[in-house]
């Protein structure tokens, strides 16, 4: 018997009590598609596998009768994820949802805009003593669908009355995203939303998305207060949304604890830095956001410690974050520059992005960021900019640097000096510093600092407040360091703190 239980693989003897605590933890965190690939392992990790609840709670209309049935059967009592999809009204929605199964849905994916289906929720969700207690996520218009679906959008040119109702059936309602269909969309029922998502008391993340301007219409801004109160929100989300529609939704809900604002990726083409073609009409972007930000937060903005404006430069994104120092006293706006092919910006549906990022990538969005939010970033006095490319970045480097160490090239750099974006490239990266002069703390990692440190060591107005600086493995030349400390001496008395953290120096 022991020899027979010494040859059975200790990946099979583990109990099926201990595998499914195991699985529950790694089933949380992975993609869908990976949460069958388990049952491959053994027969005893199978057999785990489909005794777990937990595997069995996605509810799919898109599903026959009999697969439903099952997965409700299988999914105990365990809360469900009810998906009602874009097809043909599914048989078995008005029988699932008189049912006490709905009452255990904790999320609710609604993407139907048939008449049927939004007839039978309207009739059964208002119904009398009708609760959805264990509801967190509500998404209505938008899913995880491929690329190549559509973005439904059930808010038509009115709000349905269920939606209404989410108000007081769900009490534990946490995130709600919301495809808002512009091209019928009208500006009354954009109030509307407003004022039931601001009642939504437990309320945390709110996405919006599809927004366009011609919604608002003729609808203003509503800087009176007092506005509806989103006493709860921390974190919102805005994605295929005109400039104006998102300064709208900031500017109409009072948010005091909200902590982060996303704006939609922005697609770039940097194949040359004299036609930077950008998507979504960026240079307009941020103009009502702007003013919207500054007043919903100019008094915490005056009244706080200081900002912090954070660029996360990786192979293919330039993360742009900017926000208070410390606390929550405004939230963090966060957005992204994406590198894309331009021969693809044409497709609206899918965008295939570059391979290889280019040289100036970083000079354009600094030189991008200069022209935005100016209101917003008159409080930034702390910069961070942090590479995570695989190799070590490079600031442009002008041909000044260059020169110095080949002087036959000397007349031939002379030459080319009218249209080498090199050069083009370094005076916009350094008009940015020298126009944030208030600046006091700067944190560089994984860089070749040496042009940036040779800049700030010859002229005494580029970041004349700066008190402190960190560079983390970051290369540069040892006596280019050497003298920049002697500079604190001299030019730079304000300069008392200098961090050097794992950095490469050069003889």
């Known amino acids: 018997m022991l020899r027979h239980v010494a040859r059975i693989p200790a990946i099979s003897r583990i109990p099926t009590e201990i595998l499914i605590m195991i699985f529950v933890i790694y089933l949380e965190g992975c993609k869908k598609a990976k949460k069958w690939d388990l049952i491959y392992v053994c027969r005893a990790w199978k057999t785990a596998v489909l005794c777990m609840p937990y595997l069995w709670t996605r509810i799919n209309f898109r599903a026959p009768d009999w697969i439903r049935e099952h997965y409700i059967q299988r999914s105990g009592s365990r809360p469900l994820d009810v998906f009602i999809p874009t097809v043909q009204p599914p048989q078995g929605l008005t029988s699932l949802i008189i049912s006490d199964t709905v009452a255990r849905a904790r999320k609710l994916t609604v993407l139907s805009t048939h008449k049927e289906v939004l007839e039978v929720l309207d009739s059964h969700l208002l119904g009398e003593n009708f609760t959805l207690s264990r509801l967190e996520a509500l998404i209505i218009g938008t899913a995880e669908l491929p690329s190549f679906d559509p973005k439904p959008s059930i808010l038509g040119k009115s709000v349905p009355p269920f939606f209404r109702s989410f108000t007081n059936i769900s009490p534990n309602l946490k995130s709600v995203s919301l495809s808002l269909n512009s091209d019928v969309f009208p500006a009354e029922a954009l109030l509307e939303v407003v004022q039931i998502l601001a009642s939504i008391q437990s309320l945390s993340t709110l996405e919006i998305y599809n927004l366009r301007e011609r919604t608002l219409g003729g609808l203003r801004f509503n800087w009176a207060k007092p506005r509806p109160i989103a006493a709860m929100l921390k974190v919102l989300r805005f994605d295929d949304c005109a400039s104006g529609c998102m300064a709208y939704f900031i500017a109409s809900l009072e948010m005091p604890n909200l902590v982060t604002i996303e704006l939609p990726d922005t697609p770039v083409d940097t194949e040359s830095p004299d036609s930077r073609y950008l998507m979504n009409n960026m240079p307009y972007w941020f103009d009502d956001i702007d003013a919207a930000l500054l007043d919903q937060y100019q008094g915490t903005l005056r009244r706080n410690t200081g900002s912090v404006l954070k660029i996360t430069v990786e192979e293919l994104t330039h993360t742009v974050e900017i926000g208070p120092i410390e606390g929550n006293a405004y939230p963090t706006l966060h957005f992204k520059f994406i590198i894309v092919d331009p021969d693809e910006l044409h497709t609206a549906s899918s965008i295939e992005k570059l391979t290889h990022p280019t040289k100036l990538w970083l ?82 990692a994984r860089m ?38 002697e500079e604190r001496l001299g030019e730079r008395p304000d300069l008392k703190d200098i961090e050097l953290v794992h950095c490469v120096f050069y003889p």
């Open 363 to 444: 000079a354009q969005t600094l030189s991008i960021l200069a022209q935005q939010l100016p209101n917003f970033q008159c409080f930034v006095d702390e910069l961070e900019i942090v590479s995570k490319v695989p190799t070590i970045f490079n600031f442009p480097v002008s041909a000044d640097f260059e020169e110095e160490s080949d002087s036959e090239s000397e007349s031939e750099s002379e030459s080319e000096s009218d249209t080498d974006p090199e050069i083009e490239g370094t005076e916009k990266f350094f008009s940015f510093f020298y126009e944030r002069n208030k600046i006091q703390t700067l944190k560089m």
């Open 448 to 485: 070749y600092v040496n042009p940036f440190l040779e800049y700030l060591k010859d002229d005494p107005t580029l970041l004349p407040e700066l008190s402190h600086l960190r560079l983390e493995d970051c290369h540069m030349e040892r006596e280019v360091v050497k003298a920049l400390y």
